[in-house]
């Protein structure tokens, strides 16, 4: 993997902490990792929202509705009625 440098500025007592708890040569690893994982979770998150967001579309699509009434008709499985 191709490495890149990066100039962070943090905390005065985050820095001597980071110093005191984490091994030496290790701070640029666990930061890139840290970093890796948040953009994990920024990604899914994303995802999430553009799902919900595509979700809400198509539940106010009535053309999609009708079309879906439609199949279920057809189908006939039964999914969403319950027998009486």
Known sequence: MANKH???TIDI????????LVPPGQI???FSKFL????KKKKKEQLRQQLIKDYQAN????????ELEIYDEAIGDGL????K
């Open 6 to 8: 990066l100039n962070l």
């Open 13 to 20: 007592n985050t820095y001597y902490e980071a110093k005191r």
């Open 28 to 30: 640029s690893k666990l």
């Open 36 to 39: 890796e994982e948040y953009l």
């Open 59 to 66: 539940t106010k699509n009535k053309e999609l509705q009708k």
């Open 80 to 83: 969403d009625n319950e027998e």
